[in-house]
């Protein structure tokens, strides 16, 4: 018989193998020390939780200036490729390098690159869940004809996580890096989180867990409060978490029920994926400023003047919000140069920009019938990221809404949870009793009072904000809480499971017909809210495996399919999410030949790391193969 193989394809791992692995306890040590890493858009953190006192974040190691390092509490997520000339033998270097650095990462690529934008790489976590780009490929900076060397998303990645653990060790010297907890975004896919499991990897983190972002906020607020939490939620209470950062925005609603005086939590809805934050607010920004200078009679500003722009547009618009007093904020936008001094334009922000624009533009007050507007495709477009075509977070928030009904209709143990009252209301939409605030775009209070508002106006009741939050560092803290309560199991946990329900393709036993294929159903192999280290079998069921040549497998996901159960048949995949397609050869059993069909039992498993785990088990020879890749959603 032929051996295993393990195959990569389309960013999942996929492996095969004839026999399951040893049963172990898979249950982490108990450590005295707790690990949480937020690699984030626009900012990167690191947090500890030490025994039982409360989490902390720690200061990040960084290059500040052209003549020196300091210490900050966050790692901008940027990272510059300076020209060969702009790198000397004084060129300040950071406590674990011996040599002056190749790139510079932190806050001084950050503000070098307002000068140099062609040499910045920013927003890589966005290229990193981009499907129709090579993630591993260097790409970046995107449409730069000025770097000698690009990096990958897949390098970026890596080589932040690589700066917070050398930051990390560096003044924490033996820390225990293993079972570290990193956050993604609820809505990341299994290739994106393949990726980052794979960049963490890289950068030196064994057994890493992943958690959702606004999950690991909501630890974080319950940490803060600690047993006070229960005064701000009472049993029967719908909590959004809605974070919206420097490139996505998530939502998440966490139900809050109450059994003989005990509440619990369980994460009932998670959003899709947008591309959709502070960075298209930025660039909003940016065009209205360009417009407003060229109808002054400025020249049109290049492509580059247009990326410094960017930058400097950023930083003022975080002036103003955080500044009631200010009126407007000057701007300067660099020529093309290579000196650290450089000719300038100037301009300005002003308030009414940023009121217009950011606010009324990215959450206009709608109707709850308002839904994102998809646009059609032109036959060309320019190549770079899939932002959400329609900016309004407002309508997405409705659409999100929407299909939380929808969803939570669908499973009667989601239907007990929410409490049938909440889903009387005629409205169309599941309406949140509080909102937990997360991101960098909730520091400013006007985008929180809008939110409100709008839920508000929706419910036509108020809805009420969590107090306590803390946007920029919540997700770094909430992920080393959860670390902690993974190791010791003290603590309040949200139930969650898989975020979405799980299907495989197979092909149907119809007659066949000349000119078609057999129509593709789905069998349901995860249903939603599945739990790590849980197993179904798909008992009295036998399917055919095609074996000794190579062969198609394709998976389904399902984000409004809650009360599908594990081997239940969906006639087509009409209302799915294709998620893979696998091109796989699975070997002979003994006896077969290649291209023979052979008759299997399915069993499905979440593993304590998030993986699903299908085994295909060949009763007659008593072999077994494995389909495994990551789905964990915390």
Not at 332 to 337: H, N
Not at 500 to 507: H, T
């Amino acid at each position: 018989m032929a051996g295993p193989c393990t195959r990569r394809v389309a960013d999942i791992r996929v492996i095969l193998s004839t026999q399951l692995p040893s049963a172990a306890n898979n249950q982490p040590p108990a450590m005295s020390t707790h690990l949480g890493l937020d690699l984030g858009t626009s900012n990167c953190a690191i947090a500890i939780a030490t025994g039982t006192a409360p989490p902390e974040t720690l200061p990040v190691t960084q290059i500040l200036s052209a003549n020196g390092i300091g210490e900050k509490e966050l790692l901008p997520s940027a990272i510059y490729l300076p020209a060969p000339d702009e790198i000397s033998s004084d060129s300040p270097r950071l406590p674990w390098q011996e040599s002056p650095p190749a790139m510079f990462t932190g806050s001084f690529a950050r503000d070098r690159g307002e000068l140099q934008p062609d040499r910045l790489v920013v927003s890589a976590k966005s290229w990193l869940c981009h499907p129709h780009v090579d993630r591993r490929g260097p790409i970046l900076p995107w449409a730069s004809t000025s770097v000698e060397q690009k990096l990958s998303p897949l390098d970026v990645s890596r080589d932040l996580l690589l700066h917070l653990l050398s930051s990390l060790q560096s003044s924490h010297a033996g820390i225990n890096l293993q079972n570290a907890v990193l956050t993604v975004p609820a809505s990341f896919d299994e290739a994106a989180r393949g990726l980052t499991l794979e960049a963490a990897n890289s950068a030196g983190l064994s057994d890493v867990i992943l958690l959702e972002e606004p999950q690991a906020a909501f630890y974080a607020w319950l940490e803060n409060q600690g047993s006070d939490w229960r005064k701000q939620v009472q049993s029967g209470d719908l909590l959004l978490v809605c974070d919206v950062g420097g490139g996505t925005a998530d939502f998440s609603l966490i139900a809050v029920t109450g059994k003989s005086g005990t509440l619990s939590l369980e994460r009932v809805a998670v959003g899709e994926h947008l591309l959709l934050g502070g960075d298209n607010m930025d660039l909003a920004l940016a065009h209205d400023v360009s417009e407003s200078l060229s109808s002054s009679g400025t020249a049109p500003l290049d492509e580059w003047q247009f990326l410094a722009l960017i930058q400097a547009i950023r930083s003022a618009k975080e002036s103003l919000l955080s500044d009631p007093s200010l009126n407007d904020v000057p701007i300067a936008i660099p020529s093309r140069s290579r000196r650290l001094v450089a000719t300038t334009l100037s301009t300005t922000l002003t308030r009414e920009q940023v009121d217009r624009i950011a606010l009324d533009g990215f959450f206009p007050l709608v109707e709850p019938d308002e839904m994102p507007l998809h646009r059609r495709a032109g036959g060309l477009r320019e190549s770079g990221l899939p932002y959400a075509p329609d900016p309004a977070i407002s309508k997405h928030l409705a659409r999100f809404l929407f299909r939380a009904k929808a969803n939570i209709l669908s499973s009667p143990q989601l239907l007990e949870a929410i409490g049938a009252d909440k889903l009387s209301d005629p409205s169309p939409l599941l309406i949140p009793d509080a909102v937990l605030f997360n991101g960098g775009v909730f520091n400013a209070s006007p985008f929180r009072h809008r939110v409100l508002g709008q839920l508000g106006r929706w419910a036509g009741r108020t809805v009420r904000e969590l107090e306590g939050a803390r946007p920029d560092h919540a997700v770094a803290l909430g992920a080393a809480v959860y670390a902690r309560l993974r190791a010791t199991g003290h603590g309040v946990r949200i139930k969650s499971g898989t975020a979405r329900s799980y299907y495989i393709g197979m092909e149907s036993s119809a007659m066949a017909v000349p000119g078609r294929r057999p129509a593709t159903k789905a069998l349901c192999v995860a249903p939603q809210g599945m739990e790590e280290g849980t197993t179904h079998m798909i008992a009295g069921q036998e399917f055919l495996l095609y074996t000794g040549e190579p062969s198609e497998f394709r998976f389904f996901q399902s984000e409004v399919r809650a009360g599908d159960f594990v081997g239940q048949i969906l006639p087509d995949t009409s209302d799915l999410e294709e998620s893979a397609k696998l091109q796989v050869e699975i070997p002979s059993p003994s006896g077969h030949n290649s291209g023979e069909e052979v008759p299997v039992h399915l069993e499905s498993t979440i593993t304590e790391l998030g993986n699903l785990e299908l085994h295909l088990a060949h009763a007659p020879t008593g072999e077994r193969w494995k389909l495994a890749f990551n789905v964990r959603l915390q």
